[in-house]
């Protein structure tokens, strides 16, 4: 038997929506400030027998290299590497880091190793596109044992290969930055491009320094030249301070965003759809400007939400709901954008 539902017309109002003013420092980037992603090839050693097997051609090669910058000549054929595993090391340097600073670094392993705990990490350079060495890595491992079995053993496959150390590289060398470009000028990029949002934002920065100094490029560049006190070279940390906590109201694309694997369904406050009838399996859907007549049906509907909630009682799962939205996207009476995770 079908099932017959009446709901009004579904519209996301801002005040249903709750959009709120949004902190410029939430929504750009500014240009010259950015972390750089570092990477290295090091040696876990001292494992408890958990390294690489001697099939690791790269471990053997590696840890003999090693040896033999220390001491007498090593051959790879006379290394023993269970108990070394060959990692990459990978980092980020973050934005005005100073020689000394310490910084976070990741370490997983290539090889073969079943697992990294315990081991130290001996001295690995980590180097940023251009080639240079900016931090050196090392330290011991602690990354928790993972599933323990019968005498205190780590089941096999519950301790991860990838091990993230909050404190385990050095800076050596700093990152020359600069946030204020040539001719006293300052560039913010929006996180999320849109015309809109660029043109608020231009607007309220004019508005709050009273003075015509941010100019929209695009949806997603902004050019800003510093007012005239600060072109003086007068503290442009607190311009740009002052500058982020500008408020402005960001716009958006139309979006609902179906999670097939959940069923969650999230749309955004611009979502409407127009009076149209569906007919999908035992499911008949009527979507109507007026309040529903019929005995037994649903009480309308005032948003997305409301609509899928009812379609959830009538037994829908994720799939009935992503081709009920995207017939409605096909039929042009939904006026946003589709996106199934």
Same mark, same amino acid.
């Given at each position: 038997?079908?099932?017959?539902?009446?709901?009004?017309?579904?519209?996301?109002?801002?005040?249903?929506?709750?959009?709120?003013?949004?902190?410029?420092?939430?929504?750009?980037?500014?240009?010259?400030?950015?972390?750089?992603?570092?990477?290295?090839?090091?040696?876990?050693?001292?494992?408890?027998?958990?390294?690489? #097997?001697?099939?690791? =051609?790269?471990? @053997?090669? +590696? *840890?003999?290299?090693?040896? !033999?910058? %220390?001491? &007498?000549?090593?051959? #790879?054929?006379?290394? =023993?590497?269970? @108990?070394? +595993? *060959?990692?990459?090391?990978? !980092?980020? %340097?973050? &934005?005005?880091?100073?020689?000394?600073?310490?910084?976070?670094?990741?370490?997983?392993?290539?090889?073969?190793? !079943?697992? %990294?705990?315990?081991?130290?990490?001996?001295?690995?350079?980590?180097?940023?596109?251009?080639?240079?060495?900016?931090?050196?890595?090392?330290?011991?491992?602690?990354?928790?044992?993972?599933?323990?079995?019968?005498?205190?053993?780590?089941?096999?496959?519950?301790?991860?290969?990838?091990?993230?150390?909050?404190?385990?590289?050095?800076?050596?060398?700093?990152?020359?930055?600069?946030?204020?470009?040539?001719?006293?000028?300052?560039?913010?990029?929006?996180?999320?491009?849109?015309?809109?949002?660029?043109?608020?934002?231009?607007?309220?920065?004019?508005?709050?320094?009273?003075?015509?100094?941010?100019?929209?490029?695009?949806?997603?560049?902004?050019?800003?030249?510093?007012?005239?006190?600060?072109?003086?070279?007068?503290?442009?940390?607190?311009?740009?301070?002052?500058?982020?906590?500008?408020?402005?109201?960001?716009?958006?694309?139309?979006?609902?965003?179906?999670?097939?694997?959940?069923?969650?369904?999230?749309?955004?406050?611009?979502?409407?759809?127009?009076?149209?009838?569906?007919?999908?399996?035992?499911?008949?859907?009527?979507?109507?400007?007026?309040?529903?007549?019929?005995?037994?049906?649903?009480?309308?509907?005032?948003?997305?939400?409301?609509?899928?909630?009812?379609?959830?009682?009538?037994?829908?799962?994720?799939?009935?709901?992503?081709?009920?939205?995207?017939?409605?996207?096909?039929?042009?009476?939904?006026?946003?954008?589709?996106?199934?995770?």
């Amino acid at each position: 038997m079908n099932l017959r539902i009446l709901v009004g017309l579904i519209y996301f109002s801002g005040a249903i929506a709750g959009v709120t003013q949004t902190r410029i420092k939430d929504l750009v980037e500014i240009r010259g400030v950015r972390s750089n992603s570092l990477m290295g090839f090091g040696l876990v050693i001292g494992l408890p027998g958990t390294g690489d #097997s001697k099939s690791s =051609l790269i471990t @053997n090669r +590696a *840890a003999a290299q090693l040896l !033999s910058q %220390l001491g &007498p000549e090593v051959k #790879s054929t006379e290394v =023993l590497t269970k @108990n070394i +595993a *060959a990692v990459m090391v990978t !980092s980020d %340097l973050p &934005p005005f880091a100073r020689i000394g600073d310490d910084i976070g670094i990741r370490l997983s392993s290539i090889g073969d190793s !079943s697992s %990294l705990e315990g081991g130290t990490l001996i001295s690995t350079p980590l180097k940023a596109l251009n080639g240079e060495i900016y931090a050196h890595a090392q330290g011991s491992i602690s990354q928790g044992m993972g599933m323990v079995g019968r005498m205190g053993a780590a089941i096999k496959g519950t301790v991860p290969k990838t091990v993230a150390l909050s404190y385990g590289a050095k800076v050596e060398k700093e990152l020359q930055v600069t946030f204020i470009q040539p001719h006293g000028k300052l560039e913010l990029s929006l996180k999320n491009p849109d015309f809109t949002t660029a043109s608020r934002i231009s607007e309220a920065i004019n508005l709050q320094f009273k003075e015509f100094i941010a100019e929209a490029k695009n949806s997603r560049v902004i050019h800003i030249k510093l007012p005239i006190s600060y072109n003086k070279g007068e503290d442009p940390v607190s311009f740009v301070a002052q500058l982020e906590q500008i408020t402005v109201e960001p716009d958006s694309r139309s979006r609902i965003v179906i999670n097939e694997r959940t069923g969650t369904v999230i749309a955004g406050h611009q979502v409407s759809i127009a009076p149209v009838a569906i007919s999908h399996g035992s499911l008949e859907i009527t979507i109507e400007d007026e309040k529903p007549k019929l005995i037994g049906s649903i009480p309308g509907a005032s948003n997305v939400g409301e609509l899928v909630k009812a379609l959830n009682v009538l037994g829908a799962g994720p799939r009935d709901l992503i081709a009920i939205f995207q017939t409605l996207v096909a039929s042009k009476v939904l006026n946003g954008e589709l996106i199934i995770l």
